[in-house]
């Protein structure tokens, strides 16, 4: 086959456009889809290993490319949040499908990045046959800190200095309706003091 024939694009609730490849099993009918998702900064590629991994089980394969990413669409990035919107946009790309295609079991496979977009996603997903982490964001909050302090994967690039970083991200997971734990963040401000950032800012409600 050629990749052409293996690619697919569809829309997510919210506009963007999105590219998937699908790959059938090695052998047999499936048994199952698994839709997996990469990481930061990542694409389809990085998740081909797992997938092959899954087609020798026997399952059908769709390798989503996340908003901001290869192929698909540009959108404000939200670490997690507003990616859920991709991954439903797969599972709804996957059900909708006629025949027994859209009614085999599915499981959500991520990487990174991949496992707060699938995390998000798995409430809204119903009869959801299982679900696969790699590497999980325990802290998408302090991710995205790590991020903006050291650049992308430790490289110069953007960057954001304290406090502007600490009221950015703040004002984000107000604006998206993101909680964080009283663990979450002492184990943030800890970290934070050990990079010498005694300065970061945290609010809480009232």
């Known amino acids: 086959l050629q990749v052409d024939d293996l690619r697919t694009h569809f829309f997510t609730v919210d506009g963007v456009t999105l590219r998937a490849f699908v790959f059938e099993p090695r052998h047999g009918e499936p048994r199952a889809t698994v839709i997996l998702v990469h990481g930061l900064f990542r694409g389809a590629m990085e998740i081909e290993t797992p997938g092959a991994m899954f087609r020798d089980l026997g399952c059908e394969v769709v390798l989503l490319e996340l ?10 990035a939200t670490f997690g949040f507003r990616e859920a ?8 790309f996957v059900r909708k499908r006629p025949g027994a295609a859209g009614t085999r079991p599915l499981i959500l496979f991520g990487v990174s990045l991949g496992t707060a977009a699938i995390g998000f996603a798995a409430p809204k997903v119903e009869h959801l046959a299982g679900i696969v982490v790699d590497a999980p964001l325990a ?44 663990e979450q963040i002492a184990e943030a401000t800890r970290q934070a003091i050990d990079a010498g950032e005694q300065d970061l800012v945290t609010f809480r409600p009232g």
Do not use: C, K, W, Y
């Open 67 to 76: 908003r901001n990413h290869g192929g698909s669409g540009r959108a404000p």
């Open 85 to 92: 919107n991709d991954v439903l946009a797969a599972v709804d």
């Open 139 to 182: 802290d998408a909050v302090a991710t995205a800190h790590r991020m903006l302090r050291d650049g992308p994967r430790g490289r110069a690039g953007f960057t954001m200095p304290q406090p502007f970083r600490s009221l950015a991200l703040t004002a984000g997971t107000r604006v998206l309706g993101i909680e964080r734990s009283p």
